[in-house]
């Protein structure tokens, strides 16, 4: 704890926001949509005092997945949120989270972004590591599942074989919905039969399914050896989700169906999914999420550190929220920076044995690289 903190200290002098694109390793091919890139808006807030917090604003691959971009997120950003939390204190939190819902509704990815510069600032301003601000830790590192992309069979088990023969992720989620129904089981089902019993594989379908289609295909899958099935109908229907939870033999995992403490509520009335994802993203920040995983807790839910495949500042944020909320025993998927054939941070996160290590140092004890965002920045708002 810095012993002359100043007022200045904790002042918002000005938010600034920045467009990176951020080239992959490999295309990743989500149902509807292939990113070879991946947009992502990163938000400085300044304080008088000199300090400065980030945060990310970042999407799986486009507003395909709930709606916003980086490109709305920086426009929400400019046009209305930064002006309202200028000159005011970045320890008040909750309060600039309640005027920014006043002026701006739903938006919660953009609200994320400046939701966690505002904890890096207040952590940095203390000299304390940001996890303090959220009561602590309960854990120094989380199992990171490795994803996979809709693509043909040989490709996907060569590259879990490949990850296996490494010794470090031992778990895949594979990426579904981009095929005819059947086929896509048939697909899923001959990865399963090569892999075996050497790894743990999931399956995401992105909400793509309906519930006939659900009820007369998921449970081949259970039977082809997949352990968890995560969000296979629309977010909205939690009823259809709940149905197809009780039907089968193996977990049911929420994620377009959980974006508010409210949704957490209506899945555990209708006991929905066994397990939720949370994307730190998706919430409107660590304390919409430490909320959500607290009702999950109490609900005898477990809960998994999901992603929107963030650079190392958003898995990060991700990554002390997973260390500081009891409730999130369910592992992780924070491979985000793994994918990037660029590295944005200073100094980029440690995996060890497919396990995320929670960097030390204060704020989020990461730093983007200024040379390396002023190589990825975009010139204008929309792609150059
Ligand atoms: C999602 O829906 O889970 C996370 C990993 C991945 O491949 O997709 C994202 C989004
Ligand atoms: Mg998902």
Redesign the pocket.
């Known amino acids: 704890m810095t012993a002359s903190l100043r007022d200045d200290d904790l002042l918002i002098e000005r938010v600034e926001t920045v467009i990176i694109d951020v080239p992959l390793r490999r295309p990743?091919r989500?149902a509807r949509v292939t990113m070879n890139a991946q947009p992502v808006l990163l938000v400085y807030v300044h304080t008088r005092g000199g300090v400065t917090g980030v945060g990310e604003g970042v999407v799986?691959?486009g507003p395909w997945?709930g709606g916003e971009s980086v490109e709305s997120m920086k426009v929400t950003i400019d046009t209305y949120l930064a002006p309202l939390i200028a000159g005011r204190r970045v320890d008040a939190i909750e309060a600039l989270m309640c005027d920014m819902g006043d002026v701006v509704a739903v938006n919660l990815f953009a609200k994320t972004a400046v939701e966690v510069a505002l904890h890096d600032a207040w952590a940095r301003a203390l000299d304390v590591p940001l996890h303090t601000l959220l009561g602590g830790l309960t854990r120094t590192s989380i199992d990171v599942t490795w994803?996979?992309?809709a693509e043909p069979v040989e490709i996907v088990v060569e590259e879990i074989q490949r990850f296996l023969a490494a010794g470090s992720h031992r778990s895949f989620?594979l990426?579904m919905g981009a095929v005819d129904p059947a086929d896509d089981v048939d697909r899923i089902a001959a990865i399963a039969d090569k892999v075996g019993e050497a790894a743990s594989l999931r399956v995401?379908l992105?909400a793509r399914w309906d519930l006939l289609t659900s009820r007369r295909l998921l449970p081949r899958l259970a039977h082809a050896g997949i352990d968890l099935i995560?969000?296979p109908v629309p977010g909205e229907q939690i009823e259809a989700l709940a149905e197809l939870n009780a039907l089968l033999p193996i977990p049911i995992m929420a994620?377009?169906s959980l974006r508010t403490p409210h949704d957490a509520l209506r899945l555990v009335e209708l006991r929905a999914a066994d397990v939720w994802?949370m994307?730190v993203t998706k919430v409107g920040g660590l304390r919409r999420a430490r909320d959500i995983v607290a009702i999950g807790a109490a609900a005898g839910v477990p809960v998994h550190g999901?992603?929107?495949?963030e650079t190392g500042v958003g898995t990060a944020a991700s990554l002390h929220l997973a260390c500081a909320a009891p409730g999130v025993t369910w592992g992780s998927?924070l491979?985000?920076p793994l994918l990037f054939a660029e590295e944005v941070l200073t100094t980029p996160l440690e995996y060890v044995d497919g396990a995320l290590q929670l960097p030390d140092g204060p704020g989020l004890g990461v730093v983007p690289d200024p040379d390396a965002v002023r190589a990825l920045r975009r010139t204008g708002l929309t792609r150059d």
């Open positions: 990743h989500f799986p691959g997945w994803a996979l992309g989620k990426k995401d992105n995560e969000q994620d377009e994802s994307k999901g992603t929107s495949l998927e491979f985000g």
